[in-house]
């Protein structure tokens, strides 16, 4: 029988193809899939509602069997002070040790028991704790984030234990060198200022970062109207604010003495900052200048602007075939091992730059042609640059959206640095409004003839001067 069934679906296939069926030809375009637009416009909604609190619930309801849900919160290590940086870190180390009802072993085994992942993180300027589980374990999820977001126990043997693994990622983290030199870059371009800050902090203060701190950090900022609940996949956005409302209307939004926390405005300062260790076999190289905040109008330009430099690694095929003019510099003349342009957006100001990892040999190349390729974009960007890096661009933010976990994150970060999240339809829409003389005056206002902020680690010998890099940022032209 089976045998009968693939012989009329053979002579099927073969009656329609030998009369050229208008079935067939659209099957074999491609027409019968959904085109990139309606994707776009068919993807779910982002909904959201705020408590009385302040505190505010968004979701994205996507029909999958698991769903991740989770707490972002304003603050990271640019709302520290010198004498507590680290805190945020500490405290994410500190989530999952233990809360008041429960032990941090009954903790694990609960998170176990449903078959979850539990996990946080501390960026600059957010915070955030959130759990992937089975869609049905959705109220347990939520009950648990609350019960270690308002019931921890920072008890003093944990935190005893804690400083040492602290201590030890922060030794780990040294070996990390793009890490290290991008936590430079961020120390020189914003010296004296709380961006300039770790995240991770410096390892006094883990060993000196005591309980009343932490609980002094968690009073001052953990507030209902700088939280998201933020949740994406098998999610209904009513059951949610329900589970919000059970869970979190106790969140405080009030400050003590009515003393809220205004973040210091953080100047760019054109610098550089060097470290040299000869023993190295790389040089880890960063150039910035200070970029556009995460709500600027000009982010987009930028973002275009990075796509046509893109990114480059040894392990790239295609050679003199790469479509980034600079990448295909880097493969034909071996300037570099790796390169990537980079913009950190931040709520008032931004770095954009290039990062890129070299021999000693091809330092002065590779920062030449790396300066050389800004220069271009502040005059000489065309049209097929700009309809390639807006290809690149949409596919790179719709390829970053592959998860529950991944779309949870985008929804929390958005809804505290616009207010709301923003549809992937729209940010179609505004890249597609980018020309060329956009990207060139947008370019040319934030890249040229501005101090660049400069890092550098490892066999630097060769690095030029920074007045000499300072000049490669203008072209004379006549």
């Not at 869609?135 to 347990?140: E, F, G, S, T």
């Not at 005893?160 to 793009?178: A, D, P, T």
């Not at 430099?309 to 034909?332: C, Q």
């Not at 190349?365 to 000489?380: E, V």
Request: net charge negative; aromatic share 6%.
């Amino acid at each position: 029988m089976a045998a009968s069934v693939c012989r009329v679906g053979s002579t099927v296939g073969r009656a329609l193809a030998k009369a050229r069926s208008p079935i067939l030809l659209s099957l074999r375009r491609g027409q019968a899939t959904v085109t990139y637009a309606q994707s776009l416009l068919g993807a779910p909604e982002t909904r959201l509602t705020a408590l009385d609190n302040g505190l505010r619930i968004a979701s994205e309801e996507t029909g999958h069997g698991t769903c991740t849900v989770g707490l972002w919160i304003n603050c990271g290590s640019r709302y520290e002070t010198e004498k507590n940086n680290g805190a945020g870190f500490f405290l994410e180390h500190m989530a999952f040790k233990g809360t008041k009802k429960h032990s941090q072993m009954a903790l694990e085994q609960q998170v176990e028991s449903m078959g979850a992942h539990l996990s946080a993180y501390t960026s600059r300027e957010h915070t955030a704790y959130y759990m992937k589980t089975l869609a049905k374990d959705l109220p347990k999820a939520v009950a648990l984030l609350s019960e270690v977001l308002q019931s921890n126990a920072l008890s003093e043997a944990d935190i005893e234990q804690q400083r040492s693994v602290v201590l030890k990622e922060l030794e780990e983290v040294e070996g990390s060198l793009q890490d290290v030199c991008l936590d430079l870059l961020h120390a020189t371009a914003f010296q004296g200022t709380p961006l300039g800050h770790s995240v991770l902090g410096p390892s006094q203060n883990a060993r000196t970062l005591s309980r009343q701190d932490l609980v002094d950090f968690i009073r001052s900022h953990y507030k209902a109207p700088r939280m998201v609940l933020a949740a994406a996949g098998g999610v209904t956005h009513e059951e949610l604010v329900e589970l919000a409302k059970q869970h979190f209307s106790g969140v405080s939004f009030e400050y003590e003495d009515d003393a809220v926390p205004v973040l210091s405005p953080c100047r760019f300062s054109g610098s550089e900052i060097r470290m040299r260790d000869d023993d190295m076999p790389l040089a880890h190289i960063a150039i910035a200048v200070e970029g556009a905040s995460a709500a600027s109008p000009d982010i987009v330009p930028l973002m275009v602007a990075n796509s046509i430099i893109g990114s480059y690694d040894i392990t790239f095929g295609g050679g003199k075939h790469l479509s980034s003019r600079l990448a295909r510099l880097a493969s034909e003349e071996s300037l570099c091992h790796s390169f990537q342009a980079f913009h950190s957006s931040y709520s008032d100001t931004g770095l954009l730059g290039i990062y890129f990892v070299t021999d000693k040999h091809h330092i002065d190349d590779m920062m030449h042609w790396s300066q050389n390729a800004w220069m271009n974009l502040c005059t000489t960007v065309t049209e097929s640059d700009i309809a390639r890096a807006k290809n690149a661009l949409k596919a790179s933010l719709v390829g970053q959206l592959n998860g529950t976990t991944p779309i949870c994150d985008d929804i929390g970060r958005h809804v505290l640095n616009y207010g709301r999240r923003i549809p992937l339809a729209e940010w179609d829409v505004r890249i597609n409004a980018v020309t060329p003389k956009m990207v060139r005056d947008v370019c040319s206002k934030y890249i040229y003839d501005k101090c660049p902020a400069v890092s550098a680690v490892g066999p630097i010998e060769q690095l030029p001067d920074y007045n000499r890099m300072r000049s490669a940022m203008y072209w004379l032209r006549f």
